[in-house]
């Protein structure tokens, strides 16, 4: 009897292949993603390359997920051992595309041989047909390979669906195209938006560049429309209650029979030695309630000396208390960095200056137990949407915005447009300049001028999200997987 239940669970567990673009800001969601459908009692081949498998971390893996290296080719001018963009400055991220490129060989074979014949009986689900693969944007090249063995793909973007349909589809592009930067700056006429829904000028010039050919060959633009032309379900990371009216104008723009969201995929907030011993999370504990701004620009924004020096200042200037998980220039190390390259950034005495009630650490913060630690009042970030996720699950806290570049500018009109947190005044000019009086004139709004307003619509917000019961997202998977079962009927070439 156990053995017959043993094999119907198998025969009802997909086995899905996920494949993320070689960023830790791509890695990680993906990496969510999997483990909760692994609870759910499915099997998932996660594929990316050997360095990078190293550097993910291994809380909550099951023996459901089975990790899938390839090699990544060599590309002249390329650092030695470079696999993922924390490993380049961000003018060499184009040759990391170019040497991802190079994974199609490999993922051909890797695909084909787990295609070939049923070894169900040796491996379990993992000796199965993949039922389907999850990709990312950048893997215009899968598609055909996933065809020749009707494999079909679903596109899983890490994205706010306000990004996905700001970017639009290639008929849409093509129809109102974009050439200069101003294009760039407004909202496109697809997408209904209030008129403060804009980019600034220095984003919407990193966004135009991104139309355009690199050095891989392709623009990253392309890559995302080859990709999305032969996907019969794109996953978006964001949910409905957050974004109401995007998910129908999703699938009407891109034309897909389904556009699913997955809800936040946040980490588990589970305490771990490292975590609790941790340096920065000891300090808040001597802390008073509410009175922290924690400061975190990501690992890979293109944050310059002069912007960490303006930034000091600034805190310098506000009076307020605060943490600051100081990262050292893109492409200086990747995971942990050089810690020492990060702090003589800082003008000379800043942290004598500001101690007592400031800390800069170098090293590595636990970010979520830091976000749900009572001490903190409010978050200083660059916007990327895994940090303003991991806000709004963890803490609920108002925001002081500081974007630089992709879709952080939107997000920090979005939030703004909700009401839980002030933007960072810059020049609007193609450098996007900013000022210590910047700085503090918005650290002082969040931390004492509106915190009150900002903090209740912040908590709303997590509220809403999340759900009241806290489950709004372990449904959302279970929908995913229903779309999954749903929708794998139907491929056929000519649906795609």
């Known amino acids: 009897m156990a053995g017959d239940k043993q094999q119907q669970q198998q025969e009802q567990s997909l086995h899905l292949v996920v494949f993320p673009w070689l960023a830790f800001g791509h890695l990680i969601p993906f990496l969510e993603l999997s483990k909760r459908l692994a609870a759910r009692g499915h099997a998932v081949t996660f594929v990316s390359t050997a360095r990078n498998i190293a550097r993910l971390p291994p809380e909550g893996l099951s023996g459901r997920v089975r990790m899938v290296a390839l090699p990544l080719p060599a590309v002249d001018g390329l650092p030695e051992g470079a696999e993922s963009t924390a490993d380049v400055p961000p003018e060499k991220v184009e040759l990391l595309k170019a040497a991802f490129d190079g994974l199609a060989a490999p993922f051909a074979d890797f695909l084909a041989a787990a295609c070939a ?144 969201p997955t809800g936040f995929l946040l980490p588990e907030d589970k305490p771990t030695t490292d975590a609790t011993r941790s340096g920065a999370v000891r300090w808040l504990d001597e802390q008073p309630p509410r009175s922290v701004l924690y400061v975190a620009l ?90 303003v996720t991991e806000s709004l699950g963890f803490g609920g806290h108002p925001l002081v915005m500081l974007p630089f570049i992709t879709d952080q500018g939107l997000i920090a009109r979005m939030m703004a447009e909700r009401g839980v947190g002030v933007e960072v005044a810059r020049r609007d000019d193609d450098e996007g300049w900013f000022g210590r009086d910047d700085v503090a004139a918005a650290v002082r709004r969040v931390m004492v001028e509106e915190r009150k307003g900002l903090a209740h619509n912040a908590r709303s917000l997590q509220r809403l999200v999340l759900g009241d019961d806290g489950g709004r997202e372990e449904r959302d998977v279970d929908e995913v997987v229903e779309c999954f079962r749903r929708h794998s009927s139907f491929f056929t070439e000519e649906s795609l």
Not at 160 to 188: K, L, Q
Not at 316 to 339: K, N, Q, T
């Open 117 to 260: 014949g049923d070894r169900e009986e040796e491996e379990g689900v993992f000796g199965r047909k993949p039922d389907w693969i999850v990709l990312d944007f950048a893997h215009y090249w899968l598609c055909p390979i996933a065809d020749e063995h009707q494999v079909p793909c679903a596109m899983f973007l890490i994205f706010t669906a306000a990004w996905v349909v700001y970017c639009g589809s290639r008929e849409e592009n093509i129809n109102h195209p974009r050439v200069t930067v101003d294009d760039f700056m407004p909202m496109p006429r697809w997408f209904p938006s209030p008129p403060s829904l804009t980019f600034r000028r220095h984003e919407a010039a990193w966004i135009a560049a991104s139309f355009r050919p690199n050095a891989s060959g392709v623009s990253d633009i392309d890559r995302f429309w080859q990709t999305e032309q032969r996907c019969r379900l794109l996953l978006v990371r964001s949910c409905p209650e957050l974004e109401p009216r995007l998910f129908p104008l999703i699938s009407d723009v891109f034309r897909k029979p389904a556009v699913v």
């Open 298 to 387: 990501g690992s890979e924004a293109p944050v310059t000396a002069e912007n960490v020096r303006e930034l000091a200042a600034g805190l310098e200037l506000s009076g307020e208390r605060f943490l600051w998980a100081l990262r050292p220039p893109s492409g200086a190390g990747g995971g942990g960095g050089d810690g020492a390259a990060a702090v003589a950034m800082l003008p000379e005495g800043f942290e004598a200056r500001t101690r007592g009630r400031g800390v800069v650490c170098a090293g590595w913060v636990p970010q979520v137990r830091v976000l749900g630690h009572v001490a903190v009042g409010a978050f200083l970030t660059h916007c990327g949407w895994g940090s």
